[in-house]
């Protein structure tokens, strides 16, 4: 059975740090990504890496606050968030598939990913 599974939200200030972890089984993923979703607002990118983390790719509004990493080994993601404001509340989910079948490969659209977790809440107080 293909999972993933999100763990990691939680309530933090604003200016603070949280660290989201994906727990992937089932299969091999490939291209895996983060995205988020605020109340009323559709799903948005943002980040992706590539299966060998040679490649790795941020939305603009998170670029050098957020840090996606991931472990192959341990079939897990990261997401290190620094310095969050209240518009990073939202919840995120974890994406993967392994259609491409190439180490570097990336995808920055949601509809490329089959495979999603039950999401985590990020909210952060002003």
């Known amino acids: 059975q293909v999972q993933l599974v999100e763990s990691g939200g939680g309530l933090v200030q604003a200016g603070g740090s949280l660290k989201l972890s994906c727990a992937a089984s089932?299969?091999?993923?490939?291209?895996m990504a983060w995205f988020r979703q605020a109340p009323g607002k559709e799903r948005e990118f943002v980040a992706v890496?590539?299966?060998?983390?040679?490649?790795?790719r941020y939305a603009d509004s998170v670029e050098g606050r957020f840090t996606i990493s991931r472990d192959n080994a341990m079939n897990m993601m990261y997401l290190q968030m620094n310095s969050l404001i209240p518009e990073d509340t939202a919840i995120y989910y974890c994406?993967?598939?392994?259609?491409?079948?190439?180490?570097?490969?990336?995808?920055?659209?949601?509809?490329?990913?089959?495979?999603w977790g039950q999401g985590t809440q990020v909210t952060v107080s002003s």
């Open positions: 089932g299969r091999t993923f490939y291209e």
């Open positions: 890496i590539s299966r060998s983390s040679a490649v790795a």
């Open positions: 994406a993967g598939d392994n259609r491409s079948g190439s180490i570097r490969y990336v995808a920055f659209r949601k509809e490329q990913y089959r495979y």
